[in-house]
């Protein structure tokens, strides 16, 4: 019999919210501002990794990407345009709240992202309201698919493998930390993540499943 989960490690990016700064928004960025979406791409991939690890600030990460040449638009500008990329997913934010508020289950973020980003995210749509750790990138330097990171989110929550799950929408984050023996469901939407998490046990008590329309 599968024990019941006391911890949750969640992704943010595509569970909770939106993806901060993926593909589609630096499109988006280049068509807005004029700039040359293959030049910042090839930019972009050579520097992000060391700005979601934390060793690059927001501005040292646009210094290479996007004002390493003089523009007709500020910097100021181009980070409101960044942060405003960011949407809450609602059914799977207020899945997580209930989760919270009705099993008092502990709830980690385990996610990839930038200092800058990361922080407006949480405050922008009260992650740490019902959150208790922020095991991301930039403040444990080290990013998935990593298993380290998994293992210090499992430190960290004070949690052993088999009474802790983990939601991502990335296959291959999912298999790491089902690697590492934590019950891992690949999110798709709420209702069907719900459903996967009952299926694996449940929490400490009778958890009922958003619905579809």
């Known amino acids: 019999m599968p024990q019941p989960v006391s911890t949750l490690f969640c992704d943010v990016g595509g569970v909770m919210l939106t993806n901060g700064w993926d593909r589609a928004a630096r499109r988006?960025?280049?068509?807005?501002?004029?700039?040359?979406?293959?030049e910042v791409d090839e930019r972009h991939h050579l520097t992000f990794d060391a700005y979601e690890e934390g060793r690059?600030?927001?501005d040292e990460y646009l210094d290479r990407t996007v004002f390493y040449a003089p523009r007709s638009f500020g910097r100021d500008e181009f980070k409101a345009f960044m942060y405003?990329?960011?949407?809450?997913?609602?059914?799977?934010?207020?899945?997580?709240r209930d989760v919270k508020a009705r099993h008092g289950i502990r709830i980690v973020a385990v996610n990839n992202e930038g200092r800058e980003l990361n922080l407006h995210r949480i405050r922008a749509?009260?992650?740490?309201?019902?959150?208790?750790a922020f095991v991301s990138s930039c403040f444990v330097h080290r990013r998935k698919p990593d298993a380290e990171i998994f293992r210090l989110a499992l430190d960290i929550a004070q949690a052993a493998p088999e009474t802790a799950a983990y939601i991502d929408d990335r296959p291959m984050f999912v298999e790491v930390a089902s690697g590492l023996g934590i019950r891992s469901v690949v999110h798709t939407d709420a209702a069907s993540t719900a459903r996967a998490l009952t299926a694996m046990g449940g929490f400490a008590g009778a958890c009922v499943a958003p619905t579809s329309d």
């Open 125 to 132: 749509f009260g992650l740490d309201c019902f959150i208790d």
């Open 28 to 38: 988006l960025a280049c068509d807005t501002y004029g700039l040359d979406h293959g």
């Open 84 to 96: 405003a990329r960011s949407q809450p997913l609602p059914e799977m934010l207020d899945y997580l």
């Open 56 to 58: 690059l600030s927001l």
